[in-house]
């Protein structure tokens, strides 16, 4: 079974940037949509960006302007650029797969994303 692992995240000063990173376990890149999700305590969880094996992107409205999702199917890596961050950026970020064919989804474990002073 594929196995996503997340990495990059940490406390940030509001206005700062951030990367996060998600490195698969197996060969699932080419045959999956990437995305990154977050929740924050006593939030549902939202999905934040996707990118399709072909980079087709999409944002939530939140986001749009300030991050950039992108993947190296090469390195079976997807990432997640944050820029301008807001304290309400604040969450727990999961990396998220799709495997196409059947849409079975993977997840990542979670990597907390403070935003604060």
């Known amino acids: 079974q594929v196995q996503l692992v997340e990495s990059g995240g940490g406390l940030v000063q509001p206005g700062g940037s951030l990367r996060l990173s998600c490195a698969a376990s197996g060969d699932i890149f080419s045959h999956a949509t990437m995305g990154w999700y977050r929740q924050a305590p006593e939030k549902q969880r939202e999905l934040v960006a996707s990118i399709t094996i072909r980079n087709s992107t999409n944002y939530a409205d939140s986001v749009k302007g300030r991050f950039t999702i992108s993947r190296d199917n090469a390195k079976n890596t997807v990432s997640l650029q944050m820029d301008s961050l807001k304290p309400e950026d604040t969450a727990v970020y999961y990396c998220?797969?799709?495997?196409?064919?059947?849409?079975?989804?993977?997840w990542g474990q979670g990597t907390q994303v403070t935003v604060s002073s």
């Open positions: 998220n797969a799709v495997r196409m064919f059947d849409l079975r989804i993977y």
